[in-house]
């Protein structure tokens, strides 16, 4: 059992990120706890250090590169035998010099779902499979029957969230059938908000909740993708709790608050999931939004940016 008042170390860790979406991991060098274990690179975030200070300094220590451009990503506390941590991670986007090794540790490009080097650390499964979730959720919310149009107007690999609530069970059943060959075939992932039960034996890779269902449910369905809508900071840190792989946070937007704002807000504690930015009819763009600590963006569609 962990002490409840033990210490929580702050710590950061970044991922650098190539264009072809492949991310570096580093094994901790000798000497250290878990030495020979895979990790994002990082460390202890100095008192009076701001996390971006801190992540900047890290990687000139570790590997001689300087971070030039990075966006906060996600929070996760975790307990190990020899202390209890706090990290927040970072996808890092361009950098100046070649990583190097300067503390005898070894790097590795590695690809999202397709990890070959062990063994990892811990406390990081969870963000190796965040890394694997694209960058862009796609809604349908069309009533479509014209698959090859919906298909046609992905952006490439994305999440295709089917969101039908006038279909009956037996025509959801007949879409998700007719889209999964090719979703799948993309890369992509299929996922559909309804009842659990409605999908079982489907070729749908997981369900996404509305928030109804989020606040009523005990236990995370069993299924190995599960998202959710959230429309407060509540809702965010109960997906969290159950251990969802992602939310939806619908914003609002006005001439005087524009949504990146209502992001920056939802966002600017911990974040406990990958957050999928959902701004409807206001310019939000995929940039915009991870400078605010979005994993991505939600398209809607007949209506993609």
Same mark, same amino acid.
């Given at each position: 059992m962990?002490?409840?008042?033990?210490?929580?170390?702050?710590?950061?860790?970044?991922?650098? =990120?190539?264009?072809?979406?492949?991310? =570096?991991? /580093?094994s901790?060098?000798?000497?250290?706890?878990?030495?020979?274990?895979? %990790?994002?690179?990082?460390?202890?975030?100095e008192? /009076?250090?701001?996390?971006?200070?801190?992540?900047?300094?890290?990687?000139?220590?570790?590997?001689?590169?300087?971070?030039?451009?990075?966006? $906060?990503w996600?929070?996760?506390?975790?307990?190990?035998? *020899?202390?209890?941590?706090?990290?927040?991670?970072?996808?890092?986007?361009?950098?100046?010099?070649?990583?190097?090794? +300067? %503390? /005898?540790?070894?790097?590795?490009?590695q690809?999202?779902?397709?990890?070959?080097?062990?063994?990892? @650390?811990?406390? #990081?499964? $969870?963000?190796?499979?965040?890394?694997?979730?694209?960058?862009? +959720?796609?809604?349908?919310?069309? #009533?479509?029957?014209?698959?090859?149009?919906?298909?046609?107007?992905l952006?490439?690999?994305? @999440?295709?969230?089917?969101d039908e609530p006038?279909? %009956?069970r037996?025509?959801?059943?007949? @879409?998700?059938?007719?889209?999964?060959?090719?979703?799948?075939?993309?890369?992509?992932?299929?996922?559909?908000?309804?009842?659990?039960?409605?999908?079982?034996?489907?070729?749908?890779?997981?369900? *996404?909740?509305?928030?109804?269902a989020?606040?009523?449910?005990?236990?995370?369905?069993?299924?190995?993708? &599960?998202g959710?809508? &959230?429309?407060?900071?509540?809702?965010?840190?109960?997906?969290?709790?159950?251990?969802?792989?992602?939310? +939806?946070?619908a914003?609002?937007?006005?001439?005087?608050?524009?949504?990146?704002?209502?992001?920056?807000?939802?966002l600017?504690?911990?974040? $406990?999931?990958?957050?999928?930015?959902?701004?409807?009819?206001?310019?939000?763009d995929?940039?915009?939004?991870?400078t605010? /600590?979005? *994993?991505?963006?939600v398209?809607?569609?007949?209506?993609?940016?």
């Open positions: 962990h002490s409840s008042n033990k210490k929580i170390i702050p710590v950061v860790a970044g991922a650098l =990120m190539r264009a072809d979406g492949a991310f =570096m991991l /580093g901790r060098p000798a000497g250290k706890p878990y030495a020979g274990y895979w %990790e994002f690179p990082g460390g202890k975030v008192p /009076g250090e701001s996390l971006f200070d801190a992540l900047v300094r890290e990687f000139s220590e570790e590997m001689g590169i300087t971070v030039t451009q990075a966006t $906060p996600l929070t996760r506390v975790h307990h190990y035998e *020899h202390a209890s941590v706090e990290l927040t991670f970072f996808r890092i986007w361009a950098w100046d010099g070649e990583p190097q090794s +300067c %503390e /005898g540790q070894a790097f590795a490009w690809m999202p779902g397709q990890e070959t080097v062990s063994p990892m @650390l811990p406390a #990081n499964g $969870p963000i190796l499979k965040s890394l694997s979730l694209p960058d862009y +959720c796609v809604r349908t919310c069309s #009533n479509p029957t014209d698959t090859a149009a919906t298909l046609a107007a952006p490439g690999r994305a @999440l295709l969230l089917v006038a279909l %009956e037996h025509e959801l059943a007949a @879409l998700l059938q007719a889209l999964a060959p090719d979703v799948h075939a993309s890369g992509g992932l299929l996922l559909a908000k309804a009842d659990p039960a409605w999908l079982t034996g489907l070729p749908v890779d997981g369900v *996404h909740l509305s928030q109804q989020l606040d009523t449910l005990t236990d995370r369905p069993d299924f190995p993708w &599960v959710a809508e &959230v429309a407060s900071l509540a809702g965010l840190a109960r997906a969290g709790a159950l251990a969802l792989d992602y939310v +939806c946070v914003l609002t937007a006005t001439d005087t608050e524009p949504a990146g704002r209502e992001l920056g807000t939802y600017a504690g911990s974040i $406990p999931l990958p957050v999928f930015a959902d701004a409807g009819g206001a310019v939000l995929l940039d915009a939004a991870r605010y /600590g979005a *994993h991505g963006v398209l809607t569609q007949g209506g993609m940016r």
